[in-house]
Structure formats: structure tokens, C-alpha cells
């Protein structure tokens, strides 16, 4: 029989113990195993509803956001719309500073939750749907302009231990149990390095020997060691040609590069072969663990996530009419 949890208080109790299912039909033939985390089930759709509440708590507790104070924080999206649903029930204004170039969806779900957008204009030659480490630089500025003269406070996504605590809390722990306690490699897609490194370092607190491996976008890929010869990637929320300021190599045992083509085809066959609609992350992700599967002895396991969801991507290329 099963047990259906009780009502929550508020939709922040809903954040988290999100399903994860066996993609046995785009593995079918491979010796290994591939566990795909639906962090899309997350309230607001997305894996940052886990970093934004943990750093919202985290903060409140410590007295660095009191009652009153607005919240400013710059975002692709999903970390600004996790926000939102948050600061809607926690009673906190907030604006999101996000480049142009990001997708119009994650701005009208910004909207929808009540927060204010500060759009900031790309750089010189961007190209809508890809925002470069150009790009990001300049949202950088506008948002500790906005913080200052508003005396807000900045959860700082990129720089918060709060980030991957949530991971290392939450999300590993469940892919630990929902994987069965066994587990060979966990690979994800690295953007602010948050859930990577809060999932590795549950996973391998459990078991040192589970490979971790960090996905990059082909032609950005700065955690290899490779120079920046794509910055206009497709990747949303990753691949900003520089090192997460929380990284620490020990919790990487490698990584993989992932190009947009390679990524778009994945998230199309996902969507067709095993009913999950995910974005361009999400094939991303399930690209690199199909090629890990590959290599695993007979049985082996290999876990990573679904960030969000492609209903995040409709207006772009990933979903078009008549794709490949």
C-alpha cells in the first residue's frame, strides 16, 4: 500500500524527495545502468529550488536577512524562479538580474511568482538563447549596483556554501537511496558547481570509490583544463569559462564534454523514447552518463539529473517543428 505524505504547511515543504527513474529504453543493450534524477518535479519546476530555500534559511538563521529586506540576485532563471516561490511564501520582494539573452520562459515564470526583472543587454555580437561569460560578467555588475543602493541582501548562488549544502542535504542522499546503496559513477552538468559538489560529496562520504564526473559544454570546457573556443554554447547555467569559486577537485574524477548538437538530439530522444521532457542540461547529462554506461562493468550504475524541464525551451530550437 502506499503512503501518501501528509499535507504540507506551504509549498516549501513540497521542495525535494523528487522520483527518479531507470532510462533502461535509451540504455537498452549497454552493460551499464542509467539513474535519471526528476529535479523538474521540484515545485517551480527546477533543481534550484533546493539551493534557493537552503540559502533563504541558511541566511535568516544567521541574521544576514532580516524581515523587510529585499532579496537581489543574479540568475539564468531557474535560480531566480526558485527564489520567487520562496520569497512569495517567506514574504521577501525580489529582483532577479538576468541577462537578455536568457529564454523568455523562465522571465515570465519570474513574473508569474511576483518578482521584479532587471534585464541586463548582452555583450557586443550575443546571440539570444546563448549567454557567454561575456554576458555574465555584465549582469554581474548591474546586480552589486543594485545591491548596494537598495541595501539589499544577495544569496550570491556562485559563492554561497548554502549551494551545494542543499545538495549535499538533500539530493545526494536521495540518488544514494533511490539508486539502491549502489552506485559507480554520478556525472552532471556544472554551472555554479552546487550540485555537483553537494551530491559528490554525499555520494562519496558513502562510498569513496563513486566516480564523479563533471559535464561541460564542448568548446567551453575550463574544469579540462581546455581553452574557451565556444563561449556562445547553447548550455544555459553552465559553461561561463571560469572555475566555480566553491570548487574542489578532489570531488571530480574527470570530466566530459558535451556539444549543443549532441545535447539537443538527447533531449529529443528522451522526450520520445522515455516520456521526459528536459532541456538542454538534461540531455546533456543523460549524453555523458550513456557514455559512462558504456564503459561499466555488466549491472554497474551510473546516476544523474534532469535540472529542469524542456517546457523551459519551447520557444527555441530544442522542440521546433520538424527537428531531427
Avoid at 542509467?34 to 534557493?52: C, T, V, Y
Avoid at 522526450?271 to 554497474?300: K, Q
Wanted: include cysteine.
Amino acid at each position: 500500500m502506499t503512503t501518501i505524505p501528509a499535507a504540507s504547511g506551504s509549498i516549501l515543504g513540497a521542495i525535494g524527495q523528487t522520483p527518479a527513474v531507470w532510462l533502461d529504453r535509451l540504455g537498452e543493450g549497454l552493460p551499464g545502468r542509467i539513474l535519471l534524477k526528476l529535479e523538474s518535479m521540484n515545485p517551480s519546476g527546477s533543481i534550484k529550488d533546493r539551493a534557493a530555500w537552503q540559502c533563504l534559511r541558511d541566511a535568516e538563521a544567521d541574521g544576514r536577512l532580516r524581515p523587510g529586506m529585499t532579496v537581489v540576485e543574479l540568475t539564468s532563471g531557474n535560480m531566480g524562479i526558485g527564489l520567487a516561490v520562496a520569497c512569495a511564501v517567506m514574504g521577501y520582494p525580489l529582483i532577479a538580474v538576468m541577462s537578455e539573452g536568457n529564454s523568455p520562459e523562465r522571465r515570465q515564470l519570474l513574473a508569474a511568482y511576483g518578482a521584479a526583472i532587471e534585464l541586463v543587454p548582452q555583450a557586443p555580437g550575443g546571440v539570444p538563447g546563448k549567454v557567454s561569460g561575456e554576458d555574465l560578467a555584465l549582469v554581474e555588475e548591474r546586480t552589486a549596483e543594485l545591491v548596494e543602493s537598495l541595501g539589499a541582501w544577495r544569496p550570491d548562488q556562485f559563492h554561497n556554501p548554502s549551494n551545494p549544502r542543499a545538495h549535499e542535504l538533500g539530493t545526494g542522499p536521495e540518488i544514494w537511496e533511490q539508486a539502491g546503496g549502489r552506485l559507480d559513477a554520478f556525472v552532471a552538468m556544472v554551472g555554479t558547481g552546487g550540485s555537483f559538489l553537494g551530491v559528490a560529496r554525499a555520494l562519496k562520504a558513502r562510498d569513496a570509490a563513486i566516480r564523479c564526473v563533471a559535464v561541460e559544454p564542448e568548446g567551453a570546457q575550463t574544469l579540462a583544463g581546455k581553452p574557451i573556443i565556444n563561449a556562445a554554447h547553447q548550455l544555459q547555467g553552465a559553461g561561463y569559462a571560469m572555475i566555480p569559486p566553491l570548487w574542489d577537485d578532489a570531488l571530480c574524477d574527470g570530466t566530459i564534454g558535451v556539444s549543443d548538437e549532441e545535447a539537443m538530439a538527447m533531449a529529443r530522444a528522451l522526450a520520445r523514447r522515455e516520456g521526459i521532457l528536459g532541456g538542454y542540461s538534461t540531455g546533456a547529462n543523460v549524453a555523458a552518463a550513456l557514455s559512462i554506461a558504456r564503459d561499466l562493468p555488466e549491472g554497474g550504475t551510473v546516476a544523474t539529473i534532469a535540472p529542469d524541464s524542456g517546457a523551459r525551451y519551447l520557444s527555441g530550437a530544442l522542440f521546433a517543428p520538424g527537428d531531427a
